[in-house]
């Protein structure tokens, strides 16, 4: 039997409004206004993204995303910094009693079964391969993680989870070109010797999608199949949908009130 999901395209928004709208839809779900959702974003400008856990204080250099034009945000998931440029993003809200398993680890991998099959539609045979944490890096893509989506060895896709009550939501990264070079001149570090050391790391474990496919990969066709992924590897059936009232009101207020304020922020 198929489940009914929503399909949202939002679009492009800033760094607040996309974490925001992310958070909206969270809510609403859990309060049963809305079925569960795939939704997919981009962001401009871009932005610097941190996991719930970090400290901009120490893990960022915030007055050179000034001056590069990137917006820096907290995510209420973990993980590490991520910086979206361009990108594909996606989000799924759904709650755990919805055919996805209790368990954090569970979850992960029946979740993933929709990315990789969205791989697949793209020729690219990718594995969750959950590893170890051996570096510490305030990049997210430096670190192991158990969501890691890998090719040939090197990450491809990274996503992270927050949960409420019953619910989940889940977002990830599916990058179509680094900017390694921006995103580690905006992280901080003890010195230039370490930003080295992890920016080679970096450059080892991760992956791009231009690389493999080529930086003039169409955005839309990413989009359907990632779309088409989930449905055929998870027996969704999708429908067309945008945000409802509730959730724009509801993600306006949040972006304002939380995501675009120091306290949220800046938060130890």
Same mark, same amino acid.
């Given at each position: 039997?198929?489940?009914?999901?929503?399909?949202?395209?939002?679009?492009?928004?800033n760094a607040f409004l996309n974490m925001a709208i992310?958070?909206?839809?969270?809510?609403?779900?859990?309060?049963?206004?809305?079925?569960?959702?795939?939704?997919?974003?981009?962001?401009?400008?871009?932005?610097?993204?941190? @996991?719930?856990?970090?400290?901009?204080?120490?893990?960022?250099?915030?007055?050179?995303?000034?001056?590069?034009?990137?917006?820096?945000?907290?995510?209420?998931?973990?993980?590490?910094?991520?910086?979206?440029?361009?990108?594909?993003?996606?989000?799924?809200?759904?709650?755990?009693?919805?055919?996805?398993?209790?368990?954090?680890?569970?979850?992960?991998?029946?979740?993933?079964? @929709?990315?990789?099959?969205?791989?697949?539609?793209?020729?690219?045979?990718?594995?969750?391969?959950?590893?170890?944490?051996?570096?510490?890096?305030?990049?997210? $893509?430096?670190?192991?993680?158990?969501?890691?989506?890998?090719?040939?060895?090197?990450?491809?896709?990274?996503?992270?989870?927050?949960?409420?009550?019953?619910?989940?939501?889940?977002?990830?990264?599916?990058?179509?070109?680094?900017?390694?070079?921006?995103? $580690?001149?905006?992280?901080?570090?003890?010195?230039?010797?370490?930003?080295?050391?992890?920016?080679?790391? $970096?450059?080892?474990?991760?992956?791009?999608?231009?690389?493999?496919?080529?930086?003039?990969?169409?955005?839309?066709?990413?989009?359907?199949?990632?779309?088409?992924?989930?449905?055929?590897?998870?027996?969704?059936? $999708?429908?067309?949908?945008?945000?409802?009232?509730?959730?724009?009101?509801?993600?306006?207020?949040?972006?304002?009130?939380?995501?675009?304020?120091?306290?949220?922020?800046?938060?130890?």
């Open positions: 039997m198929q489940r009914s999901w929503r399909f949202i395209d939002t679009g492009v928004n992310d958070e909206a839809i969270l809510d609403v779900h859990i309060e049963g206004g809305v079925l569960p959702t795939l939704r997919v974003y981009q962001w401009d400008p871009p932005a610097l993204s941190l @996991g719930y856990n970090q400290s901009i204080e120490h893990d960022v250099d915030v007055a050179k995303c000034q001056e590069a034009g990137v917006e820096v945000v907290r995510r209420i998931t973990g993980g590490g910094a991520v910086l979206h440029a361009r990108e594909l993003t996606y989000s799924i809200v759904s709650a755990v009693n919805n055919g996805i398993p209790a368990s954090i680890a569970g979850s992960y991998r029946f979740l993933s079964e @929709g990315l990789i099959a969205c791989y697949k539609i793209l020729g690219l045979d990718v594995e969750l391969k959950p590893g170890r944490n051996k570096t510490r890096s305030a990049a997210c $893509f430096s670190v192991a993680t158990l969501a890691d989506l890998t090719y040939q060895g090197r990450k491809l896709a990274g996503s992270a989870q927050a949960r409420r009550r019953n619910s989940l939501l889940q977002h990830g990264s599916l990058p179509i070109e680094s900017h390694a070079d921006l995103l $580690f001149s905006l992280l901080r570090f003890s010195s230039e010797m370490y930003r080295q050391k992890a920016r080679s790391v $970096f450059n080892k474990r991760m992956l791009t999608l231009g690389e493999v496919i080529g930086k003039d990969i169409d955005v839309q066709d990413l989009i359907e199949s990632l779309r088409e992924g989930f449905a055929h590897a998870l027996g969704i059936r $999708f429908y067309e949908d945008s945000l409802t009232e509730e959730e724009i009101r509801r993600s306006q207020e949040l972006a304002s009130v939380k995501y675009d304020t120091h306290q949220w922020n800046h938060r130890s």
